[in-house]
């Protein structure tokens, strides 16, 4: 099969296209021929060594954790799915920018949602899952998402309302009409971010959610008065400076229904800034690693 990989550290320029062997569904797992991949943020800091210190890389690696396709094999103890249903999900940290992937954790994909779409779906939903779990009942309780316009903000957001959070993001003014979209009144960040937020929710914050690593951490604790009720998904050095958990995606499927779910209702949509075929992978990944994406990029195959 045709596949992304890369065979040591360094530039985008390094990712090359290869013949390598399929893999195959183990128990538990199923095989999807990849419509469409997601390309996130660890993809390109782990293809750069950033985080080799925390999760060194095994060569060579074909990127991508998550992506949409059609099922093509079932393996052991799998009752939920048959072969030609259309899913979007988790594999390793590894594996999915290929014509062939393994997924552990997997959701049907959504009538409303195109493949490419739903390939953006998988880690943002893991993600914003499992750091709105982290900060408990969230029902009547104001939440403030730092970067709210991100693959994992527009999950997040989504999911949050659906909750029962008021949700505040923060976000460049450029994005603002689409956090509306999505059921959060929207703030600029940066300085007098607090006073703003005063102004919208004259209560303050009861907690706030950070997908941006902005250096805003140590205002958020400052924001919602306890760091307890602060949670990160991008700043592991300085929560533990300051107290804040620090969470990372699980491959939950229960979580990836949830988001599905929304997507039945038109409640969340994944939007998709840009599409690159998979000889474009290395354009996808200096693009990501520039930042500022409106939610999310997306490989096609």
Same mark, same amino acid.
């Given at each position: 099969?045709?596949?992304?990989?890369?065979?040591?550290?360094?530039?985008?320029?390094?990712?090359?296209?290869?013949?390598?062997? %399929?893999?195959?569904?183990?128990? *538990? %797992? =199923?095989?999807? #021929?990849?419509?469409?991949?997601?390309?996130?943020?660890?993809?390109?800091?782990?293809?750069?060594?950033?985080?080799? +210190?925390?999760?060194?890389?095994?060569?060579?690696?074909?990127?991508? #954790?998550?992506?949409?396709?059609?099922?093509? %094999?079932?393996?052991?103890?799998? @009752?939920?799915?048959?072969?030609?249903?259309?899913?979007?999900?988790?594999? *390793? =940290?590894?594996?999915?920018? !290929?014509?062939?992937?393994?997924?552990?954790?997997?959701?049907?994909?959504?009538?409303?949602?195109?493949?490419?779409?739903?390939?953006?779906?998988?880690?943002?939903?893991?993600?914003?899952?499992?750091?709105?779990?982290?900060?408990?009942?969230?029902?009547?309780?104001?939440?403030?998402?730092?970067?709210?316009?991100?693959?994992?903000?527009?999950?997040?957001?989504?999911?949050?309302?659906? #909750?029962?959070?008021?949700?505040?993001?923060?976000?460049?003014?450029?994005?603002?009409?689409?956090?509306?979209? $999505?059921?959060?009144?929207?703030?600029?960040?940066?300085?007098?971010?607090?006073?703003?937020? #005063?102004?919208?929710?004259?209560?303050?914050?009861?907690?706030?959610?950070?997908?941006?690593? @902005?250096?805003?951490?140590?205002? $958020?604790?400052? $924001?919602?008065?306890?760091?307890?009720?602060?949670?990160?998904?991008?700043?592991?050095?300085? @929560?533990?400076?300051?107290?804040?958990?620090?969470?990372?995606?699980?491959?939950?499927?229960?979580?990836?229904?949830?988001?599905?779910?929304?997507?039945?209702?038109?409640?969340?949509?994944?939007?998709?800034? +840009?599409?690159?075929?998979?000889?474009? =992978?290395?354009?996808?990944?200096?693009? !990501?690693?520039?930042?500022?994406?409106? *939610?999310?990029?997306?490989?096609?195959?």
């Amino acid at each position: 099969m045709r596949a992304a990989r890369y065979h040591d550290y360094g530039p985008a320029d390094v990712i090359v296209i290869d013949d390598v062997p %399929e893999p195959h569904a183990g128990p *538990g %797992e =199923i095989r999807i #021929r990849v419509a469409a991949a997601g390309v996130n943020p660890i993809d390109w800091k782990l293809r750069s060594g950033e985080v080799r +210190a925390y999760f060194p890389v095994e060569f060579p690696a074909i990127p991508g #954790r998550d992506a949409a396709g059609v099922v093509d %094999e079932v393996g052991d103890g799998v @009752s939920d799915v048959t072969v030609g249903d259309k899913v979007f999900g988790l594999g *390793g =940290i590894f594996g999915a920018a !290929a014509e062939y992937a393994v997924l552990t954790a997997w959701s049907a994909v959504p009538e409303a949602w195109t493949l490419e779409q739903a390939a953006g779906a998988g880690l943002a939903v893991a993600t914003a899952g499992r750091a709105l779990d982290a900060l408990g009942d969230l029902s009547g309780r104001t939440l403030l998402i730092e970067g709210a316009a991100g693959g994992v903000g527009g999950a997040a957001v989504a999911m949050a309302a659906a #909750r029962g959070a008021a949700v505040i993001g923060t976000s460049s003014p450029a994005k603002h009409a689409y956090l509306r979209t $999505l059921g959060a009144v929207p703030t600029a960040y940066g300085d007098g971010l607090a006073d703003r937020v #005063r102004e919208l929710a004259p209560g303050g914050a009861d907690a706030a959610l950070d997908l941006a690593a @902005s250096g805003s951490l140590a205002d $958020l604790v400052a $924001l919602v008065g306890d760091a307890d009720r602060v949670v990160t998904v991008a700043d592991a050095a300085r @929560s533990a400076e300051l107290g804040v958990r620090h969470v990372y995606a699980e491959n939950d499927a229960t979580v990836l229904a949830e988001g599905a779910a929304l997507g039945g209702k038109g409640a969340y949509t994944p939007y998709v800034q +840009a599409t690159y075929p998979l000889d474009r =992978i290395a354009d996808a990944h200096r693009e !990501a690693e520039g930042g500022h994406v409106q *939610g999310k990029l997306v490989v096609t195959l």
